[in-house]
């Protein structure tokens, strides 16, 4: 198993209930020893959750059969049927399978904008949640100590690009940290500080439907976010960003959360690609390849609920989830010689929680905002965590928030050197086929 998102860790923990460990092995390859629950990384930059909080450890919910080799997986060799890890010591293994299912998960899209990656945070790690955190508070703490009106301003000026869930989300959430921190800096006049959410789509939020989503779009234009549709970002420096619409603001925060793209891995297979999304059959099997399945963000799944021939499921966490349960039950049926049975899921509805008792929520077709809203997508989230300690913690977390507020706290992530978008994503680690090949067919020859 490659990958310990939604859909791997399901997988594991149904084939770890439903395998005897006569029947087989199971080894799961990942990076990190938990499984981060990713829609609540918001919550962490703003500090209403603990990192901790989200992070719900493989070894406590396991039952402690899979072998957790802690690295990323660079290339598959799908002919010889094997493996190439590059672990957290950066040696290079080579691990060969009889079985293997691909849910590496996705990174952040990045276009060829001129100082994107040097500039930008990403939003896509707990690393970077905290980080992010980290350097918001800073930028107040500098604001508040300087003594250059120009400076003041660029340092109380954010800009979050991607007008989705996770983009909404960071910039409803950070927004109602610098606003209640502010009352802590007296020196930093409250109206100098300007949250931008900037997308190129003409809607925030589509999969809402136009009335949630001016819903949405009403919430944060009266916590002051200034909401700019159809606008992108040109060009990204140190101390100032450039509108597509020819804009220039000064910031020293520009967050980029617009959209994933499929793991690097996926390319090192040399099999056929959707939107850069492997190409998988219902029932999540990759046609022409013996034993190896593919689900989550980096699989292109079709979406059998739609009745659209070409339609492939969204990369959400409720599908990714599901695939996993689906490809354990199939894995299992291959090997027991049963026949398998193609993934079908309606998606039971969306929730967007945009902090303190503001959400937008759509259960099961049904149209919700305010408190209704936030209890549902809160109560959603809360269910969905697996292990009951992540669950206690997190409402410990809510609880202690709702009543105490934050302390504002730098906890050391904002060093002297700053760690940007291309500092987090290692998209320079993968293999070409060529590499993986040459790579495999060498370690071969040397033990022959």
């Not at 981060?36 to 070894?59: C, D, E, F, H, K």
């Not at 916590?223 to 220039?248: M, N, P, Q």
């Not at 609920?305 to 689906?326: L, S």
């Not at 077709?365 to 965590?385: C, D, F, K, N, T």
């Amino acid at each position: 198993m490659v990958g310990a998102g939604f859909a791997g860790v399901e997988c594991v923990r149904r084939l770890e209930r439903r395998l005897s460990p006569e029947e087989a092995d199971v080894t799961l390859v990942t990076p990190f020893s938990y499984q981060l629950y990713l829609p609540l990384l918001p919550q962490v930059a703003s500090g209403v959750l603990t990192p901790q909080s989200i992070a719900l450890s493989l070894r406590r919910s396991s039952r402690y059969r899979t072998r957790i080799i802690p690295g990323g997986a660079i290339g598959v060799d799908l002919g010889a049927k094997v493996c190439v890890i590059r672990t957290i010591t950066d040696r290079i293994v080579d691990e060969p399978y009889d079985y293997i299912v691909l849910a590496p998960g996705s990174i952040t899209r990045t276009f060829d904008i001129p100082g994107l990656t040097d500039h930008a945070f990403g939003m896509k790690t707990l690393a970077e949640a905290a980080y992010i955190r980290d350097h918001v508070i800073s930028q107040l703490d500098l604001a508040d100590a300087s003594q250059d009106p120009a400076e003041r301003a660029s340092r109380l000026q954010f800009v979050v690009v991607g007008g989705g869930y996770a983009g909404t989300e960071t910039a409803a959430c950070l927004q109602r940290l610098t606003h209640a921190a502010v009352r802590r800096y007296p020196r930093i006049d409250p109206g100098l500080i300007k949250w931008h959410l900037i997308d190129i789509a003409p809607k925030l939020m589509p999969e809402l439907g136009d009335r949630l989503g001016r819903a949405a779009q009403e919430v944060l234009r009266r916590r002051g976010i200034e909401v700019s549709l159809g606008v992108s970002i040109a060009k990204a420096g140190a101390e100032e960003v450039t509108f597509t619409d020819g804009r220039v603001v000064p910031t020293r925060t520009l967050i980029w959360t617009a959209g994933v793209v499929a793991s690097p891995l996926i390319a090192t297979l040399g099999a056929e690609t959707v939107r850069g999304r492997l190409a998988v059959g219902a029932d999540l099997r990759l046609p022409g390849h013996d034993g190896v399945f593919a689900l989550g963000d980096s699989a292109a799944v079709p979406d059998l609920a739609k009745g659209t021939e070409g339609a492939v499921c969204p990369p959400t966490a409720q599908h990714a989830g599901r695939q996993g349960r689906r490809v354990a039950e199939n894995l299992i049926a291959t090997l027991r010689g049963l026949p398998t049975r193609p993934y079908l899921h309606r998606d039971l509805g969306l929730v967007v929680d945009l902090g303190g008792a503001d959400a937008v929520s759509k259960p099961l077709g049904v149209e919700l905002h305010g408190l209704p809203a936030q209890a549902v997508a809160r109560g959603y989230h809360w269910s969905a965590l697996r292990t009951q300690v992540a669950k206690a913690r997190v409402a410990a977390d809510w609880a202690l928030n709702a009543f105490a507020g934050d302390d504002f706290v730098r906890t050391g992530f904002q060093a002297r050197k700053p760690a940007k978008l291309k500092d987090f994503e290692y998209t320079d680690a993968y293999l070409t086929p060529e590499q993986v090949r040459e790579r495999v067919e060498g370690s071969g020859r040397a033990r022959l």
